[in-house]
């Protein structure tokens, strides 16, 4: 149980996401392909219900410095565990980092390989480290047992090069992963390393984003346009890796630099980036429609400061039976996720200015663990205590 004290600690806020987090905002690319699906009509939706009248409950777990926080990160709330890669004491630039290990409860820190890749994700119970590590800068996926932090196995990544290196892993079906590389997806065993499926996007896609659906048939990706504006959502077989639905109409058209999916049961939410501002709602899973949010095209969700819209930055992820969404601007809301609408939510004071980086939540505790950060107060990993409306 939390102190009356530790309950009204500052008010440091969430802000990214699950096992595998994705802040919006990358560089802007493009698409040819088949004809999108259509968006469909678009629900009154329901607007934000307002901050709650006391601040969520938190206790600070574990201190960060600035190079630490700023690092890439993972948090595994079953395990107890942060893992992060951090710059190396050799090197001044992020060039090669460190895979390390912090024991949340004990503050013990274990020290794993050192990579030349920056990307960091657990799924399908083991650590992925990828990114342009080959040589040229050609992508590899890295598969790192999470309790010795030994290599298990490298996968090369084919097809591209540099910039177009892997950028995000998620969890796949029967013991697997899906890897994005550029307009290429992988599933790959995660016992022999072996290539079950693979998938080519549409021409003129590079991916930005992938998630698993929670029952595990559907993959969700998002990507960006080559040569022109506008993000594109992709739903294939999580098993072979068949495309079945497109889409990239509607809200998606505004999308600057691709789109970011965060599965759910049902549908699928997608955050994006207009400008300096960005959106967020919920799409149908059966044909990519738009359920709610959108303040582009959804009046009812329309006015900075929600869930739905955003200045820079917002995260999103599904964990405990609700969707969270973090915002840039200090807002933290659990989101019903069958209908995009807010169970509950809380502002942060603006003047904290805070960032956030990476956000787990576990049904079973009720608890909500993030790394984060605020110009002034602490900075590291917290406990946030969301109230019981928000697990169902």
Known sequence: MLTSEEASVRWIRVMAVGAVACVVGCAGCGSQGPAPASTGSVSTGAASTGPLAAPWPEREILPENNTTLSSTQVLDLAASVLYALVPTPQESESTWLDLEAIDLRTGKLRRGGTFAANGLALASGFLWVYGPSGAHGHPVLDEVDPRTLGTIRSVSMPGVSGEDAAVAVATGPA??????????????????????????????????????????????????????????????????????????????????SGVWVSAVPGGVWVALRTGMMGEGGLLSARSLAVVSGFPAINPATRGIGTVYGWTMSASPAYAGGALWVATDGGLVACVNPATGRVRAEEALPAQQDPVFSVLAADGTTRQVDAVVGTSTGFTGVVAISPPRTCWR
């Open 175 to 256: 013991g697997s992963v899906w890897a994005a590389t550029g307009g290429t997806l992988l599933r790959v065993s995660v016992s022999t390393g072996a290539v079950l499926a693979r998938a080519v996007v549409p021409a003129g896609l590079s991916l930005t984003s992938l998630a698993l659906d929670p029952g595990g048939m559907n993959l969700y990706a998002g990507a960006e346009r080559l040569k022109s504006l506008g993000g594109v959502v992709l739903k294939y077989s999580a098993v072979t890796g068949a495309l079945l639905i497109q889409a990239d109409g509607g809200p998606l058209t505004g999308a600057i």
